[in-house]
Structure formats: C-alpha cells, structure tokens
C-alpha cells in the first residue's frame, strides 16, 4: 500500500481488529487508520482493553476514530483508501451497502478484506462483487478472512439484446440491466438518507 493511503476499518466497535491494523501500519508506511461503525443502531460496545492495548503499543497517534456510520463518512470521504477492512455483523444488506459505499474511494491497487466468509451472506457478497455485478477479483483467503482486489482489466464489452455483457479480453460476464437497477435503488437510498439528515 501506498504511502499517505488511509486504511479503512468499517466494523462492529474497536477491537483486537483494530489494534491489528494500527501495529500493522506501524510497521509499514504508518498509514492513518480511520475506524468506523457500519451501523449506527447496533454497533458493538467498544473493547474494554481496546485503549489499554493501544496506549499499551504506544500507537494512538495513528487511529482516527470517529464516532459517524461508515455511510455517512463515505459521502465525505476525501482521498484514497488503500485498504478497506470490513467486519460487520454478517449480514447479507449490510456488507454490500459497505462494498457500494466505499468502491469508488479505493485507490487502484487497494485491497478489500472481509471477514466471515464462512458465513452465507458474507459468501454471498463476496459470489456477487467477483462475479456478473463486480468490479473486484478473488485473491485468497485466510481461514475465514476473504482478501479482494481491483479488476485491472481495461474491458471490452460486447452485450447482448439481455444486456449481459462479456468482456472480449478476459472472459467476464456483467449483468447491466441489474447493474442499473442497483444503481438507481442506491442513489434512492442516498437521497432518502441525505432528506433525513437535514
């Protein structure tokens, strides 16, 4: 990861995760790592040794934590994120609301991690961002921890009369008639929440 990319942890509360994330980016290029909740109705309490941990590594300088829901972060986002790490709740909505919110923040050769593969909705999200509706590849995966990356590839498409498209270089089917469909269901979503919060 780049330097002066920001590490985004979309997630249930801190944790170990979060303490993992800051001593990892310690290590590299010291990339802020920004710690949000995905949910403003049910995030998780924060870790009663999350600050003894971090104050324990001598760290802090490091983490941003805010107290605002990923969604509303993204829409103010500035800059590149260089990897996103969610943790959610393992809900089907949820992580794909996080995936549409965040893609277009992500710095080329970001990488997505998604914990709780293992899990159906998690799998599902993961079937549908590398397949027909995606804009990700499949990577690896590390006992239930999934890693994603950016499709590199410049497309070609050619679309049939159903709107499926194949990409003459490499092979990949997208379904644009429920690309354009999602689309417009979250631009609605957007609005709608936008509405709320004046």
Known sequence: MSEGQAIVEVGRGNGKSTVWL????????????F?????????????????????????????????EVAEEAA?????NVGLLWINTLHDYEDIKRVMINWQHLLSPNARVVIHGCDQSGTERVIR????????????????T???LAIDRCTHYWIINSDEIGICRHCGRKRNFKRLARETIETESRKRQAGRKGK
Do not use: C, M
């Open 145 to 147: 921890t999934a890693v």
């Open 35 to 67: 710690s949000f909740a995905s949910q403003e109705e049910s995030p998780d309490p924060v870790n009663a040794d999350f600050n003894t941990n971090l104050a324990g590594a001598g760290i802090q300088d490091t983490l941003v934590s805010r107290h």
């Open 22 to 33: 800051v001593r990892g980016s310690e290590a590299g290029k010291k990339n802020k790592v």
């Open 128 to 143: 549908e961002s590398t397949g027909s509706l995606g804009y990700f590849t499949y990577e690896q995966s590390v006992d």
């Open 75 to 79: 829409r103010r986002w500035k800059g």
